[in-house]
């Protein structure tokens, strides 16, 4: 049971840092959008309170249809007869469906656009290539806050995309993976704080807090640890996630982006919101080349010291029942 889900994760991560993602017709987490966007206009109404039991029902539905259909999934394939055909087609299977949860080459593709864009010294491009990944306006952005937008993306999507999946995983198998992408899905949606989803994505918003509470945290430490194998500054990183960490409006977010920022030697600025690290340093395409580094490495310490020992010691104890 622990080899097989060792050799699930291998070939999740080995598949989306090698591959990336299929396209969006044919990815479980699109058809997850494609649901909550259909929902999240039926939640709308005059009155507050109904609105936010509305947001409740979108995350009660969305999660429901992937845990009912992850599940099933894993139950039918704990039935094959036990032979080696039957392994391997679990695992494949179990991989695949893993890997959509986790996008390490996703986030990678974007950061490229954005440094071909400014290798072209096209900073509106590169702008509107930052876009794509972060919520903020972009528009009016210099180079040093495009770059550190997405360093801070970077940052906070080894969590989104990479620990928080293989977290969940490593407690509740690929329903669990399942269960964290249709909330960090729904939060990336209407967990806005604006007038239109504020009361609508007060749900997502709130569960999406709570199921990275201890990812983010774990993140923060395992990337400085990436940061002493990497030679990068790994006694700022954490003098800086300690000093930082909760300075972002998350009360997530800035743990993984603080470690990175402390790692880089610079700071990371959202104007007008937060300041992480206290370097002066212009940021250069140089600090994205390691910061994708970081987050690599970071992907495959997670894995070996964190999902794991949780995997091993369910499995131990009988609790861990899921491929």
């Not at 993602?21 to 044919?26: C, G, L, T």
């Not at 992850?70 to 139950?75: G, H, I, K, N, W």
């Amino acid at each position: 049971m622990i080899i097989e889900s060792i050799l699930v994760i291998s070939l999740a991560l080995l598949l989306d840092m090698n591959l990336g993602d299929p396209k969006n017709k044919y990815h479980p987490t699109a058809w997850i959008g494609k649901l909550i966007s259909v929902l999240t206009p039926l939640a709308k109404n005059q009155y507050s309170k109904l609105e936010i039991l509305g947001g409740i029902v979108i995350i009660v539905i969305s999660s429901g249809i992937v845990i009912l259909l992850t599940s099933t999934l894993t139950v039918g394939l704990s039935l094959l007869s036990p032979d080696i055909f039957s392994l391997i087609l679990t695992i494949v299977i179990s991989g695949l469906l893993l890997k959509t949860t986790i996008a390490i080459h996703g986030m990678e593709k974007h950061a490229n656009a954005v440094l071909e864009s400014l290798g072209k010294n096209n900073l509106d491009q590169a702008r509107e290539c930052l876009s794509m990944i972060v919520k903020r306006n972009t528009k009016n952005l210099d180079k040093n806050h495009v770059i550190s937008g997405v360093l801070e993306s970077i940052s906070e999507n080894t969590v989104d995309g990479i620990t928080g999946p293989l977290f969940y995983y490593a407690l509740f198998g690929l329903p669990g993976a399942f269960m964290y992408r249709v909330v960090n899905t729904a939060d990336s949606m209407i967990g806005y704080k604006s007038q239109i989803f504020k009361n609508i994505g007060w749900f997502a918003a709130s569960c999406d807090t709570i199921l990275n509470y201890i990812p983010a945290r774990l993140t923060g430490l395992v990337m400085i640890l990436s940061a002493a194998i990497l030679q990068n500054d790994w006694k700022k990183s954490f003098k800086t996630m300690i000093r930082d960490g909760k300075k972002t409006e998350s009360p997530n977010a800035g743990y993984p982006m603080a470690a990175l920022a402390g790692a880089l030697q610079t700071k990371f600025e959202k104007i007008n919101h937060y300041q992480l690290g206290n370097d002066e340093i212009t940021l250069t395409e140089e600090h994205i080349y390691s910061a994708i580094k970081i987050m690599k490495l970071t992907s495959i310490l997670f894995f070996g010291i964190i999902t794991i020992p949780i995997i091993s010691i369910l499995s131990i104890l009988g609790w861990w029942i899921h491929a």
